[in-house]
């Protein structure tokens, strides 16, 4: 395996585009429930939780592409390589995929889940299973640039659903949130912990540089994304804290779809079966890029073609919606990824750069030495 990946022209993408790839990975089942999650641990300042959140994770993208831009077109596999040899090299660029295909997972049963409560209770998971890994697998055998233009297009076409939060948000109660700035500093790093499920998907900077074209353009479509998202998350917190009060909150798993259901138009009775429906949009750009980037893994790691490790991954993952069903199982596998997530995208940077500036150090003076020679 190469360090650097070489990207053939039509095959490469303007950096631009980061913003939707980032922000639709962001947005997906996660910022269903995440107010929920947060006001359990911050209470009524859990918009502060929010905000510290969003920082911490302009840290890490701004160490992210630092470490990127230490090698000509190198992704996290081929820095792997170049710092801790072949074999181990490749055990940590598989706990990479692992990562990958068991978010992936976790969002395919999540949202599997949300449509068995909402819509048809009798739906066989195995049904909605196989209609988004057909989704996902045909776009995905596109190539890279129809997976983009999926996400753009979703991004386009789902936006409008904030439209909706405009009748809670006027029904807001300020009072819900007073006395403000007294939850103490643990209790808010633990809200900004809980929105880690929610946030992740940045990581996939890490695999998607060696496509971009004008490398110098990458900061500001990464850190707009994390910003938009994080926005967007702070608004609905903000609305969810004050339209429902603390005891209705802890007890709705689904904030966001409870808030789109005080929503009501003559025209249609059962809006929440259409928003449902709708998030559809939402969920299929997270599936479709972490199946891509799972397999990408296993073709950079193994050389097994990507398309036949596409077809290979979708029968387990078919098998396991299928067998995978009850809430306690499913909540159990979203704290394993939250878990996995938070220590490989969250902290794991921190960790790699430090190796990554002795090394550059070390070929440098190793550089030196040959000239001088």
């Given at each position: 395996?190469?360090?650097?990946?070489?990207?053939?022209?039509?095959?490469?993408i303007?950096?631009f585009?980061?913003?939707?790839?980032?922000?639709?990975?962001?947005?997906?089942?996660?910022?269903?429930?995440?107010?929920?999650f947060?006001?359990?641990?911050a209470?009524?300042?859990?918009?502060l939780?929010?905000?510290?959140?969003?920082?911490?994770?302009?840290?890490?993208?701004f160490?992210?592409?630092?470490?990127?831009?230490?090698y000509?077109?190198?992704?996290?596999?081929?820095?792997?390589?170049?710092l801790?040899g072949?074999?181990?090299?490749?055990?940590?660029?598989?706990?990479?995929?692992?990562?990958?295909?068991?978010?992936?997972?976790?969002?395919?049963?999540?949202?599997?889940?949300?449509?068995?409560?909402?819509?048809?209770?009798?739906?066989s998971?195995?049904v909605?299973?196989?209609?988004?890994?057909?989704?996902a697998?045909?776009?995905?055998?596109?190539?890279?640039?129809?997976?983009?233009?999926?996400?753009?297009?979703?991004?386009?076409?789902t936006?409008?659903?904030?439209?909706?939060?405009?009748?809670?948000?006027?029904?807001?109660?300020?009072?819900?949130?007073?006395?403000?700035?007294?939850?103490?500093?643990?209790?808010?790093?633990k809200?900004?912990?809980?929105?880690?499920?929610?946030?992740?998907?940045?990581e996939?900077?890490?695999?998607?540089?060696?496509?971009?074209?004008?490398?110098?353009?990458?900061?500001?479509?990464?850190?707009?994304?994390?910003?938009?998202?994080?926005?967007?998350?702070?608004?609905?917190?903000?609305?969810?804290?004050?339209?429902?009060?603390?005891?209705?909150?802890?007890?709705?798993?689904?904030?966001?779809?409870?808030?789109?259901?005080?929503?009501q138009?003559?025209?249609?009775?059962?809006?929440?079966?259409?928003?449902?429906?709708?998030?559809?949009?939402?969920?299929?750009?997270?599936?479709?890029?972490?199946?891509?980037?799972?397999?990408?893994?296993?073709?950079?790691?193994?050389?097994?073609?990507?398309?036949?490790?596409?077809?290979?991954?979708?029968?387990?993952?078919?098998?396991?919606?299928?067998?995978?069903?009850?809430?306690?199982?499913?909540?159990?596998?979203?704290?394993?990824?939250?878990?996995?997530?938070?220590?490989?995208?969250?902290?794991?940077?921190?960790?790699?750069?430090?190796?990554?500036?002795?090394?550059?150090?070390?070929?440098?003076?190793?550089?030196?030495?040959k000239?001088?020679?």
């Amino acid at each position: 395996m190469d360090i650097n990946v070489k990207v053939k022209a039509n095959k490469s993408i303007r950096a631009f585009y980061l913003f939707f790839i980032i922000s639709s990975l962001q947005l997906g089942v996660g910022v269903m429930g995440v107010p929920r999650f947060i006001y359990l641990e911050a209470g009524a300042d859990s918009w502060l939780s929010v905000l510290i959140a969003v920082i911490f994770i302009l840290c890490v993208l701004f160490i992210m592409i630092f470490i990127l831009k230490q090698y000509d077109n190198a992704d996290i596999f081929g820095i792997h390589r170049d710092l801790f040899g072949k074999w181990l090299g490749n055990l940590l660029s598989s706990v990479y995929i692992i990562y990958f295909i068991a978010t992936l997972f976790s969002v395919l049963i999540t949202y599997i889940e949300v449509v068995r409560i909402f819509i048809f209770p009798t739906l066989s998971p195995l049904v909605m299973g196989l209609l988004m890994i057909i989704l996902a697998v045909y776009s995905t055998l596109g190539g890279l640039r129809i997976m983009i233009g999926v996400c753009f297009l979703f991004f386009a076409l789902t936006h409008w659903l904030l439209l909706l939060l405009i009748e809670p948000a006027v029904q807001i109660d300020w009072d819900h949130f007073l006395p403000m700035f007294q939850t103490p500093l643990p209790d808010l790093l633990k809200g900004a912990k809980a929105t880690s499920y929610t946030f992740l998907g940045f990581e996939i900077l890490f695999l998607m540089y060696p496509f971009i074209q004008n490398k110098k353009g990458v900061r500001f479509p990464a850190y707009s994304a994390a910003i938009w998202s994080g926005l967007l998350v702070l608004i609905i917190t903000i609305i969810t804290l004050g339209f429902f009060n603390g005891e209705q909150v802890a007890r709705r798993e689904w904030t966001l779809l409870s808030l789109f259901k005080f929503q009501q138009f003559s025209f249609i009775e059962r809006l929440d079966f259409v928003l449902v429906a709708e998030w559809m949009m939402v969920i299929i750009p997270n599936i479709i890029l972490l199946l891509w980037g799972a397999t990408y893994g296993i073709k950079r790691i193994s050389k097994l073609p990507q398309k036949v490790s596409i077809y290979a991954l979708a029968i387990p993952l078919l098998i396991g919606c299928w067998l995978l069903d009850e809430h306690f199982q499913i909540q159990w596998i979203i704290d394993k990824v939250n878990e996995l997530g938070f220590w490989l995208v969250y902290v794991y940077p921190f960790l790699l750069l430090p190796i990554v500036l002795i090394k550059k150090k070390w070929k440098q003076r190793k550089r030196g030495e040959k000239i001088e020679a």
